[in-house]
C-alpha cells in the first residue's frame, strides 16, 4: 500500500481562490464586500485613473501653444467659443480607459466609497474630450447626490462652471461659481482650484483687480508647483494691465527665476526687462538689454519676439520710422510662429493707417494680418471689420486732405494760384523716404501678396502730394467708368475701356480728374488745361465756398469718429477724432451728436470729463432728444412706442381714405396731430386731411391747407415738395379749378391726381440729378449705430462665385424688401409715390409692389445706371422711417440691377444678395 504525504496549503493561492470565488457570486452589501469593493475600486481603478489623467495632463502641457500677447488662461484648455456646436468628443486612448474605469466603478463596485470619485472621473475625462454638456451633467449630479461631502460639493461645482464658460454660458457659470464660494467659506483647504476658476471668471468679465486677488490666494493655497509658476505669470500680466508696475515687475522676476518652461521664462524675462526701463526711465537701456538677447543661442527661435518688442518700444516712444523697421525684421524672422507674423504685420498696418497715412500699404498688411491671425485673438472681429473697411475711411481722410490743400491754395495770392494747380495736376510720382520703409516693403519677400506695380504714397497728408491717394482715385475712377473724354454728361456715355483706348481720363469732379505722371494714358495739352481751370474755379475763394468746404471736413471727420465708435467699438480712437473735430471746429452741426459721444465714451473712463461732456449736452441743447434720453434713459423705448402708435393711427386714416370716409379722414388727422405734433408724420397727416377737404370742398379750402402745411412744415422733404408742386399747378389752371363744384373730383386710391392724366409713354428713363433738397440733413440715432453714408461700389474679384453678377446693367431698381406677406403696405407705397412725386417730379418714378412667400418687394424703377440708383438711395434712405409705415426692423431697401432682380424667388435668395452687395459692392 502505497503511503501519501499531504504538503500543507499555500495561504497565498488559498486567498486568491477566494478572491475569485467571491468575484463571481453576486456582490451584497456586507462588511466584507464593502471593503473589497473599497480596495480593488480605489486601487485598481482609481488611482490607475488619475495616473492617467495625470499623463494626459502633462503631453497636454508640452503641446499646448500659449499666446503671450494677451492674458493667459488659467487652466490649459480651449477657450470659450460663441454659438458652440455640441459634437461628441475626439478618440483618446487614455481618456477613454479613464471613462471605462468610472464606469466599471458604478457598475460593479456599487457599495463602495468611491462613487462620487467615479462621476468626477467621467465628468473630467469628458471635458478633457471636449463635450462639455456631458461633462457638465455628471458634475451637477455629482454636486446634488453627494452634497453632503463638502470638498466633492465645491470640487463639482467648480468643474460644472468651468465647463459652462466652455460652452460660453457665461451668466450661468458666474451663479454656480457664487454658490461654491459661499459653501467654500466653510472649507479650509484644496481652494486654489476653485479660486483660480472664479479668476478666470472675472478676466473674462474684466473685473481685473478681483482676478488679482483671486490668483494671489489660489497662489498661496496651491500644491502644485507649475499652476503656482503659471498663475504667477498671469497675475503680473493682470497687474501690469492694471498699472501696478512694481508689483507686476515683482512676479516676472519670480517667474523668470523659477522652473518655469522655457517659453514662458522667456517672455516672463522680456516683460521684466521692459517694466524696469518703465519704472527707471532708461529708455536705451531697454533697447540694448532686449537687442543683448539676440547673442543668447537658447533665444533663436525667439529674435522675431525680440525685434518686435523693440518695435514696440521705439512705438511708444513716437519714433514710428524706427518701429516699422524692427516690425519688419520680425516678419522676417517669423518662420515658425505665424501668431507672431500677424502682430507684426498688424502693428506695420497700424502704422501706415494712422501716422504714414499710406492707406494702400496698409489695406495690404491688413488683409495679411486677417489671413494669419487666429480668431480667437482679441478684437480680431474689429481687426477684419478695419480691414475690410478701410476704403470708407480711406475716402474721408482724403476728403479731409484734399479740402485742405485747396484751402490753402485759395489762400494763396491769385497770381500764384494757377502754377501751384499746375505743379499739383502732374505729380511726379516718386518714393519719399517717410520713415515707412516703402523701398523695403517694395523688396521685402516677407512683405504680404500685393500688386506692387500700384505707386506707394508719400505720407504727406498734402492731398496732390500723397501719391497713394492720387493713383487710388485714378484706379477707382477707371475700373468703375473706364477711359472718358473730358465732356458734358460724361457719366451718360455707356463705353467700354477697349473703344476708349485712345481718349485720356478725365472726370467730371476736383477729386477724380487727376492722372498719375506715370499712367500710360498721359492727358493731353487741351484736356491738362481744362483740368487746371476746373481747379481754379472749385477753389474756395469766397466765404460761402469755404464754409461747403469746412463742412466736407466737418462731416469727414464726424463721420470717422463714428465709424470708429460705432462699427469697430474702438472708443479711444474715436475720442481722438471727436476732439480734433472740436478742436478745429468748436462750432458746427454734429456739436450736440460729439458732445454725446464723448460723454458716453468716458463713462467708466474718466468720469471727470463724462460729467462735462454730459452738463454741455444737457446746458447747450437742453431740448435735444441727446439731453432727453441723459435724463430718462428710457426716453428712446418711449419714443419708439410713441412711432408705433403713430404708424397704427396713420394706417388707420389712410384706411378711411381709402374708402373715401372723408369726415372721418379729417377728424382722425386733427387729433393724431394735436396728439402728435412733434412727430414726423404730421405734415402726412396733414396731407391727407387736405386731399380730404379737397374731395368734399371748393379750391378756396384746399388751397388754406396746402398753404398751410407749406407754413408749418418748411423743412419737410416728403410732402411739402409735393404740395409746392400741387400749388403752382393749381395756380396755372386756377380759373378750371374756380368753377369745380369740389376742387379734386377725380379719385385714384393708390395714386390720387388733381386731373386725368394720360397714361405716359413709354420713354427711356431721366438720369437723376442730386437733389439737395432731398436730401436729408444728418442726424445720430441716439440707440442705434450711426448709418454711414453710402460708399462708391468697387468690385472684389476674390469673391467665392455666386447665381448673382456684377455685370453692368441698363436697368437699376431701387428695392425695399419686406420681411412680412401679410402686412398691407398700401401706405406706405402711398408715402413713396409722395417722396418720387415731391422731389422727382421730371424722372416718372414708378414704383411696384411683387408678394413672395415671406416677403413683400416694393421696387422703384428705373434708373439707368447704377450711379444714378446710388443717388436716388442718398436721397430717400434718411426718410425711409416716414414712408414706411412698418416697424423699422423688418424692411431695408438697397439697389439692384434688373437681371439680379428677377432671381429673387425667396427670403434665402434675398439674404444672398444682401450678402453679395455687401462683398462686392460695399
Request: charged share 25%; glycine share 2%.
Amino acid at each position: 500500500m502505497k503511503k501519501r504525504t499531504y504538503k500543507p496549503l499555500n495561504p497565498f493561492l488559498f486567498c486568491l481562490c477566494l478572491l475569485f470565488a467571491f468575484g463571481c457570486i453576486t456582490p451584497k452589501d456586507t462588511t466584507v464586500s464593502r471593503k473589497m469593493q473599497n480596495l480593488t475600486a480605489r486601487y485598481n481603478y482609481i488611482y490607475n485613473s488619475n495616473v492617467l489623467l495625470t499623463e494626459y495632463n502633462e503631453a497636454l502641457a508640452q503641446s499646448y501653444s500659449d499666446n503671450y500677447e494677451k492674458i493667459l488662461p488659467v487652466y490649459l484648455d480651449p477657450e470659450p467659443q460663441v454659438n458652440l456646436v455640441l459634437t461628441p468628443g475626439v478618440a483618446n486612448k487614455q481618456l477613454d480607459e479613464v471613462i471605462f474605469k468610472g464606469q466599471t466603478i458604478i457598475n460593479d463596485k456599487s457599495f463602495s466609497n468611491y462613487i462620487d470619485d467615479a462621476y468626477m472621473l467621467l465628468g473630467k475625462a469628458n471635458y478633457l474630450k471636449g463635450n462639455y454638456f456631458i461633462a457638465s451633467e455628471y458634475f451637477d449630479y455629482t454636486a446634488k447626490t453627494y452634497g453632503s461631502d463638502l470638498k466633492t460639493f465645491i470640487m463639482a461645482l467648480n468643474w460644472k462652471a468651468r465647463s459652462q464658460m466652455e460652452l460660453n454660458n457665461m451668466a450661468y457659470a458666474d451663479k454656480i461659481l457664487d454658490t461654491m464660494l459661499r459653501a467654500a467659506d466653510e472649507l479650509k483647504k484644496d481652494l486654489a482650484e476653485p479660486l483660480a476658476t472664479t479668476a478666470q471668471m472675472r478676466i473674462y468679465q474684466k473685473r481685473n483687480k478681483e482676478a488679482i486677488l483671486l490668483l494671489e490666494s489660489a497662489i498661496s493655497s496651491s500644491s502644485k508647483n507649475q499652476d503656482r509658476i503659471r498663475w504667477k505669470f498671469i497675475l503680473a500680466q493682470l497687474q501690469e494691465k492694471e498699472n501696478n508696475l512694481q508689483d507686476a515687475y515683482a512676479n516676472f522676476t519670480k517667474v523668470e527665476k523659477s522652473n518655469a518652461p522655457f517659453e514662458m521664462y522667456f517672455h516672463a524675462n522680456l516683460n521684466r526687462i521692459k517694466l524696469r526701463a518703465l519704472l527707471s526711465g532708461e529708455k536705451l537701456n531697454k533697447e540694448q538689454q532686449l537687442l543683448a538677447l539676440l547673442k543668447d543661442d537658447k533665444n533663436f527661435d525667439y529674435t522675431d519676439q525680440i525685434y518686435y518688442q523693440v518695435g514696440e518700444l521705439f512705438s511708444a516712444q513716437g519714433n514710428f520710422a524706427k518701429a516699422e523697421e524692427n516690425y519688419q525684421k520680425s516678419v522676417q524672422k517669423s518662420t515658425r510662429n505665424q501668431n507672431q507674423k500677424a502682430l507684426s504685420y498688424l502693428r506695420i498696418a497700424d502704422l501706415n493707417f494712422k501716422e504714414f497715412n499710406n492707406y494702400i500699404k496698409a489695406k495690404l498688411y491688413y488683409d495679411s494680418t486677417v489671413m494669419i491671425l487666429p480668431k480667437n485673438f482679441p478684437d480680431y472681429d474689429n481687426i477684419v471689420k478695419k480691414a475690410d473697411n478701410l476704403q470708407y475711411l480711406t475716402d474721408r481722410y482724403t476728403i479731409i486732405s484734399k479740402e485742405d490743400t485747396l484751402q490753402a491754395i485759395a489762400k494763396l495770392p491769385e497770381t500764384e494760384r494757377e502754377a501751384k494747380v499746375k505743379a499739383f495736376l502732374t505729380p511726379k510720382v516718386t518714393l519719399v523716404n517717410t520713415g515707412s520703409n516703402n523701398n523695403q516693403f517694395l523688396n521685402d519677400p516677407n512683405a504680404p501678396n500685393q500688386a506692387l506695380n500700384s505707386p506707394l504714397g508719400s505720407g504727406s497728408t498734402f492731398y496732390f502730394n500723397n501719391n497713394a491717394a492720387i493713383s487710388n482715385g485714378f484706379s477707382d475712377f477707371k475700373k468703375r467708368w473706364g477711359n472718358r473724354q473730358l465732356e458734358d454728361n460724361w457719366r451718360q456715355s455707356v463705353r467700354s475701356s477697349a473703344q476708349e483706348n485712345n481718349q485720356v481720363l478725365a472726370g467730371g469732379n476736383v477729386a477724380n480728374g487727376i492722372t498719375p505722371a506715370n499712367n500710360t494714358n498721359p492727358t493731353s495739352t487741351n484736356d491738362q488745361t481744362s483740368l487746371e481751370k476746373q481747379y481754379l474755379e472749385a477753389l474756395p475763394t469766397t466765404a460761402d465756398l469755404i464754409s461747403k468746404s469746412n463742412q466736407k471736413i466737418i462731416d469727414a471727420y464726424f463721420e470717422i469718429a463714428s465709424f470708429y465708435q460705432q462699427e469697430l467699438n474702438d472708443k479711444v480712437e474715436a475720442n481722438k477724432v471727436y476732439l480734433e473735430l472740436l478742436k478745429r471746429f468748436p462750432e458746427n452741426n454734429h456739436l450736440v451728436a460729439v458732445y454725446y459721444s464723448l460723454y458716453l465714451n468716458y463713462q467708466g473712463v474718466d468720469q471727470v470729463k463724462s460729467d462735462e461732456y454730459k452738463q454741455l449736452v444737457l446746458t447747450k441743447f437742453p431740448n435735444s432728444n441727446f439731453a432727453k434720453t441723459i435724463l430718462d434713459p428710457s426716453y428712446s423705448a418711449k419714443q419708439n412706442q410713441l412711432e408705433n402708435v403713430a404708424n397704427n393711427n396713420y394706417n388707420s386714416t389712410f384706411d378711411a381714405y381709402a374708402k373715401k370716409d372723408y369726415t372721418s379722414v379729417v377728424k382722425q388727422a386733427n387729433d393724431n396731430i394735436s396728439a402728435f405734433p412733434e412727430n414726423d408724420l404730421a405734415p402726412q397727416y396733414a396731407y391727407l386731411k387736405a386731399i380730404a377737404v379737397g374731395r368734399t370742398s371748393k379750391v378756396d379750402a384746399l388751397l388754406t391747407e396746402f398753404n398751410s402745411i407749406i407754413t408749418l412744415y418748411p423743412n419737410d422733404k416728403i410732402i411739402t415738395p409735393l404740395v409746392r408742386d400741387h400749388l403752382k399747378y393749381i395756380d396755372s389752371n386756377l380759373v378750371e379749378f374756380k368753377q369745380r363744384p369740389v376742387a379734386l373730383i377725380d379719385f385714384d386710391a393708390n395714386e390720387p391726381r388733381f386731373v386725368n392724366q394720360a397714361k405716359p409713354e413709354v420713354a427711356k428713363p431721366k438720369p437723376i440729378e442730386k437733389n439737395i433738397n432731398a436730401a436729408d440733413e444728418p442726424k445720430v440715432a441716439v440707440n442705434k449705430p450711426v448709418e454711414k453714408p453710402a460708399e462708391k461700389p468697387v468690385v472684389n474679384p476674390n469673391k467665392p462665385a455666386s447665381i448673382f453678377s456684377t455685370a453692368t446693367s441698363d436697368t437699376y431698381y431701387y428695392v425695399i424688401d419686406v420681411a412680412d406677406a401679410t402686412l398691407t403696405l398700401s401706405s406706405s407705397r402711398f408715402g413713396l409715390g409722395q417722396f418720387n412725386r415731391g422731389n422727382y417730379p421730371d424722372n416718372d418714378l414708378v414704383h411696384k409692389l411683387i408678394e413672395l412667400d415671406n416677403d413683400q418687394l416694393i421696387y422703384v424703377t428705373s434708373f439707368i445706371d447704377l450711379e444714378d440708383a446710388k443717388i436716388y438711395e442718398e436721397s430717400i434712405k434718411g426718410q425711409l422711417k416716414n414712408i414706411m409705415k412698418v416697424p423699422e426692423n423688418i424692411y431695408k431697401g438697397f439697389i439692384i440691377s434688373k437681371e439680379n432682380f428677377d432671381k429673387l424667388k425667396d427670403r434665402q435668395r434675398i439674404n444672398e444678395y444682401l450678402e453679395f452687395y455687401k462683398n462686392n459692392y460695399q
